[in-house]
Protein backbone atom coordinates (compact mmCIF):
# COMPACT_ATOMS: atom_id res chain seq x y z
CA UNK A 1 0.00 0.00 0.00
CA UNK A 2 1.78 3.23 -0.76
CA UNK A 3 0.96 6.61 1.22
CA UNK A 4 0.93 10.03 0.50
CA UNK A 5 1.47 12.68 2.66
CA UNK A 6 0.54 16.36 2.05
CA UNK A 7 2.51 18.85 4.64
CA UNK A 8 1.20 23.01 4.35
CA UNK A 9 3.98 25.02 4.41
CA UNK A 10 4.16 28.56 6.42
CA UNK A 11 7.37 30.04 4.55
CA UNK A 12 8.87 33.38 5.18
CA UNK A 13 8.50 35.71 2.60
CA UNK A 14 12.00 35.00 1.22
CA UNK A 15 11.26 31.80 1.13
CA UNK A 16 7.85 32.00 -0.58
CA UNK A 17 9.78 34.23 -3.21
CA UNK A 18 12.83 31.60 -3.64
CA UNK A 19 9.74 29.29 -3.92
CA UNK A 20 7.80 31.39 -6.65
CA UNK A 21 11.35 32.18 -8.51
CA UNK A 22 11.90 28.26 -8.23
CA UNK A 23 8.46 27.43 -9.84
CA UNK A 24 8.82 29.85 -12.58
CA UNK A 25 11.93 28.59 -13.98
CA UNK A 26 10.26 25.09 -13.84
CA UNK A 27 7.51 26.36 -15.89
CA UNK A 28 10.49 28.06 -18.45
CA UNK A 29 12.47 25.07 -18.47
CA UNK A 30 9.47 22.36 -19.19
CA UNK A 31 7.84 25.33 -21.92
CA UNK A 32 11.43 24.88 -23.27
CA UNK A 33 11.64 21.12 -23.49
CA UNK A 34 8.07 20.76 -24.65
CA UNK A 35 8.48 23.59 -27.34
CA UNK A 36 12.11 21.82 -28.60
CA UNK A 37 10.45 18.38 -28.93
CA UNK A 38 7.08 20.03 -30.94
CA UNK A 39 9.58 22.72 -33.03
CA UNK A 40 12.19 19.02 -33.68
CA UNK A 41 8.97 16.35 -34.43
CA UNK A 42 7.64 19.54 -37.13
CA UNK A 43 10.92 20.93 -38.68
CA UNK A 44 13.07 17.28 -39.07
CA UNK A 45 10.04 14.37 -37.79
CA UNK A 46 12.67 13.69 -35.38
CA UNK A 47 11.84 12.56 -31.66
CA UNK A 48 14.16 14.03 -29.24
CA UNK A 49 14.11 11.79 -25.62
CA UNK A 50 14.27 12.03 -22.06
CA UNK A 51 18.32 10.83 -21.79
CA UNK A 52 18.92 13.60 -25.11
CA UNK A 53 17.39 16.35 -22.97
CA UNK A 54 18.89 15.33 -19.93
CA UNK A 55 22.17 15.69 -21.23
CA UNK A 56 21.52 19.69 -21.84
CA UNK A 57 20.89 20.20 -18.35
CA UNK A 58 24.64 21.16 -17.45
CA UNK A 59 24.83 23.06 -20.24
CA UNK A 60 21.59 25.05 -19.09
CA UNK A 61 22.99 25.36 -15.53
CA UNK A 62 26.43 26.62 -16.84
CA UNK A 63 24.93 29.17 -19.09
CA UNK A 64 22.38 30.39 -17.57
CA UNK A 65 23.54 31.44 -13.48
CA UNK A 66 19.76 31.37 -12.39
CA UNK A 67 19.67 28.13 -12.80
CA UNK A 68 22.45 27.57 -10.59
CA UNK A 69 20.71 28.22 -7.51
CA UNK A 70 18.05 24.62 -8.61
CA UNK A 71 19.07 21.70 -7.41
CA UNK A 72 19.54 18.98 -10.56
CA UNK A 73 17.31 16.45 -9.63
CA UNK A 74 14.32 19.10 -9.68
CA UNK A 75 15.43 20.06 -13.17
CA UNK A 76 15.58 16.34 -14.00
CA UNK A 77 12.31 15.95 -12.66
CA UNK A 78 10.88 18.61 -14.83
CA UNK A 79 12.21 17.18 -17.94
CA UNK A 80 10.89 13.69 -16.38
CA UNK A 81 7.00 15.12 -16.24
CA UNK A 82 7.67 16.59 -20.00
CA UNK A 83 8.77 13.36 -21.11
CA UNK A 84 5.63 11.25 -18.85
CA UNK A 85 3.63 13.60 -21.25
CA UNK A 86 4.58 12.63 -24.39
CA UNK A 87 4.41 9.13 -23.38
CA UNK A 88 0.40 9.52 -22.22
CA UNK A 89 -0.52 11.71 -25.41
CA UNK A 90 1.03 8.48 -27.43
CA UNK A 91 -0.30 5.65 -25.84
CA UNK A 92 -4.05 7.39 -26.09
CA UNK A 93 -3.09 7.88 -29.48
CA UNK A 94 -2.19 4.22 -29.84
CA UNK A 95 -5.33 3.21 -28.43
CA UNK A 96 -7.39 5.15 -30.63
CA UNK A 97 -8.72 7.49 -27.54
CA UNK A 98 -8.63 11.59 -27.83
CA UNK A 99 -5.06 12.30 -26.98
CA UNK A 100 -5.42 16.02 -26.45
CA UNK A 101 -2.60 18.10 -26.76
CA UNK A 102 0.01 19.56 -24.60
CA UNK A 103 -0.13 21.98 -23.21
CA UNK A 104 2.33 24.95 -21.87
CA UNK A 105 2.34 25.57 -17.96
CA UNK A 106 1.98 29.22 -17.41
CA UNK A 107 1.30 30.82 -13.86
CA UNK A 108 -2.56 30.84 -14.30
CA UNK A 109 -2.35 26.80 -15.22
CA UNK A 110 -0.59 25.18 -12.03
CA UNK A 111 0.79 22.01 -14.18
CA UNK A 112 4.15 22.35 -11.74
CA UNK A 113 5.03 21.48 -8.52
CA UNK A 114 8.28 21.43 -7.25
CA UNK A 115 9.98 18.05 -6.90
CA UNK A 116 12.26 18.96 -3.94
CA UNK A 117 14.95 15.80 -3.45
CA UNK A 118 15.35 13.64 -0.24
CA UNK A 119 17.60 15.22 2.07
CA UNK A 120 20.59 12.40 2.57
CA UNK A 121 19.49 9.94 5.39
CA UNK A 122 16.45 11.40 6.26
CA UNK A 123 13.57 9.34 6.70
CA UNK A 124 10.95 12.32 7.44
CA UNK A 125 10.71 15.73 6.06
CA UNK A 126 11.85 18.39 9.02
CA UNK A 127 9.87 20.79 9.15
CA UNK A 128 9.72 24.17 11.17
CA UNK A 129 7.01 24.52 13.58
CA UNK A 130 4.03 26.70 12.49
CA UNK A 131 3.99 30.27 13.33
Known amino acids: MLKAFK ?3 YPTRPQARDLERTLELCRQLYNAALQERRDAYRKAGKAVGF ?3 K ?3 P ?3 RDLPEYKG ?3 QVLQEVIQRVDRAFQGFFRRVKQGQK ?3 LKTCTSRIPCMNTPFPPQA ?3 DP ?3 ARP
Do not use: D, F, M, W
Request: charged fraction near 25%; avoid cysteine; aromatic fraction near 12%.
Open 59 to 61: VIR
Open 99 to 101: PGY
Open 126 to 128: KLP
Open 55 to 57: RHL
Open 70 to 72: IHS
Open 121 to 123: GAK
Open 7 to 9: YRL
Open 51 to 53: YEQ
